[in-house]
């Protein structure tokens, strides 16, 4: 069965950084899109970024381009977000989801990001 | 960017109920549709896509039309593991693939 388990997150100071990771099983980690979704505490859903399957079409959100970054190792079968310049407002859990023909059909569990002082 | 949004933000009903969920975009979207559910600490669940399939699995209670700006998401008879947040999502022009403010569902 299709699995996405995302870990990294805790709590850091507004201007630093953060490296979430998402470890994919299941599937053929290699033929899909991957997608980062995030929430902050009791607001809606926010598409942050997405990453083709070969990894050579990327896509962010306005509101995190220039500092964040996705990437994947599909001999590992893992997706990153390397986050950096942290703000107050980046504080949210952040799902990693498979994409398939443009939606998301499979969610991981989220890890949470807390940014402050 | 288009816009999604969703009427009502909360509804209040009790199981056994019919529920209808609205999601207007700002321009057309043909059917490139979705609808998820979330409950209380977990991960959205796809629910349907292309505004009417339903991802295997899901009950066949909920159900999903329209097309170009305007699309409802039905739940013919709610049960008690139906209450719950719901969320549609547009993935005609992207990015960014953006999603309604989501409408709360819960028990009267």
């Known amino acids: 069965q299709v699995q996405l388990v995302e870990s990294g997150g805790g709590l850091v100071k507004p201007g630093g950084s953060l490296r979430l990771s998402c470890a994919a099983s299941?599937?053929?980690?290699?033929?899909?899109?991957m997608s980062w979704i995030r929430q902050a505490p009791g607001k809606g859903l926010e598409w942050v970024s997405y990453?083709?399957?070969?990894?050579?079409?990327?896509y962010y959100a306005d509101s995190v381009k220039g500092r964040f970054t996705i990437s994947r190792d599909n001999a590992k079968n893992s997706l990153y977000l390397q986050m950096n310049s942290l703000r107050a407002e980046d504080t949210a859990v952040y799902y990693c989801?498979?994409?398939?023909?443009?939606?998301?059909?499979?969610w991981g569990q989220g890890t949470l990001v807390t940014v402050s002082s | 960017a288009i816009r999604m949004t969703q009427s009502p933000s909360s509804l209040s009903a009790s199981t056994g109920d019919r529920v209808t969920i609205t999601c207007r975009a700002s321009?057309?979207?043909?059917?490139?549709l979705a609808w998820y559910q979330q409950k209380p600490g977990k991960a959205p669940k796809l629910l349907i896509y292309?505004?009417?399939t339903l991802q295997s699995g899901v009950p066949s209670r909920f159900s999903g039309s329209g097309s170009g700006t305007d699309f409802t998401l039905t739940i013919s008879c709610l049960q008690s593991e139906d209450f719950a947040t719901y969320y549609c999502?547009?993935?005609?022009?992207?990015?960014?693939?953006?999603f309604g403010q989501g409408t709360k569902v819960e028990i009267k």
């Open positions: 999502q547009q993935y005609y022009s992207y990015p960014p693939k953006t």
């Open positions: 321009q057309g979207i043909s059917s490139y």
């Open positions: 989801a498979r994409e398939y023909s443009g939606y998301e059909d499979y």
């Open positions: 299941g599937f053929t980690f290699s033929d899909y899109y």
């Open positions: 990453i083709s399957s070969s990894g050579s079409t990327i």
């Open positions: 292309a505004a009417s």
